[in-house]
T-cell receptor, first 113, second 113 residues
Framework: KQEVTQIPAALSVPEGENLVLNCSFT??????LQWFRQDPGKGLTSLLL?????REQTSGRLNASLDKSSGRSTLYIAASQPGDSATYLC????????????FGKGTHLIIQP | EPEVTQTPSHQVTQMGQEVILRCVPI?????FYWYRQILGQKVEFLVS????????KSEIFDDQFSVERPDGSNFTLKIRSTKLEDSAMYFC???????????FGPGTRLTVT
């Protein structure tokens, strides 16, 4: 059974810093990995999708990498801003087809102004 | 930009009552999903739906749950006889293809008293 772990559980950094969020998964046979952002009491906003054949994806100040063989992904946020404060979730699609995503518990990020 | 919508945003019901949660997926998407998130816990997959039938379901999705696409735009989750432990945020998601990016709605907060 696929398990997804995110480290750290919480992170607080000053504005302007670059930071890295980590995600690991136990079964490397994945189809894709998706990073989401969740604001308190709100839905999930998709940030980046990496297919299993890709090594990284970039969107603006965000860069996600995938090392499928070692079961790891990182989300790099450059020049952090207070508006980046949220919980960041990592989710993997292990089954292909219309299998659901398996989520980690998230990293709660606070960017101090 | 197209988005997934869900109604109601908050539903309060008494134990044993039936509830129907509604979702309007993105119009050209073919795959539909329901997830739930109990307060403080991970987002969990419930069921996926494609071509007017259930494609995959988790062990959470027991006989108390059912899904339906009653017309060309709506996708519903029915809980027949709610229990206290059904209290959670329920998210609908859709994707164009099975291993494409999943887009989530804002969620329906279900409170069972």
């Amino acid at each position: 059974k696929q398990e997804v772990t995110q480290i750290p559980a919480a992170l607080s950094v000053p504005e302007g810093e670059n930071l890295v969020l980590n995600c690991s998964f136990t079964d490397s046979a994945i189809y894709n990995l998706q990073w989401f952002r969740q604001d308190p009491g709100k839905g999930l906003t998709s940030l980046l999708l990496i297919q299993s054949s890709q090594r990284e994806q970039t969107s603006g100040r965000l860069n996600a990498s995938l090392d499928k063989s070692s079961g790891r992904s990182t989300l790099y946020i450059a020049a952090s801003q207070p508006g980046d404060s949220a919980t960041y979730l990592c989710a993997v699609n292990s089954g292909g087809g219309a299998d659901g995503l398996t989520f980690g518990k998230g990293t709660h990020l606070i960017i101090q102004p | 930009e197209p988005e997934v919508t869900q109604t109601p945003s908050h539903q309060v019901t008494q134990m044993g009552q039936e509830v129907i949660l509604r979702c309007v997926p993105i119009s050209n998407h073919l795959y539909f999903y329901w997830y739930r998130q109990i307060l403080g816990q991970k987002v969990e997959f419930l069921v996926s739906f494609y071509n007017n039938e259930i494609s995959e379901k988790s062990e959470i999705f027991d006989d108390q749950f059912s899904v339906e696409r009653p017309d060309g735009s709506n996708f519903t989750l029915k809980i027949r006889s709610t229990k206290l432990e059904d209290s959670a945020m329920y998210f609908c998601a859709s994707s164009l293809r099975d291993i494409y990016e999943q887009y989530f709605g804002p969620g329906t907060r279900l409170t069972v008293t």
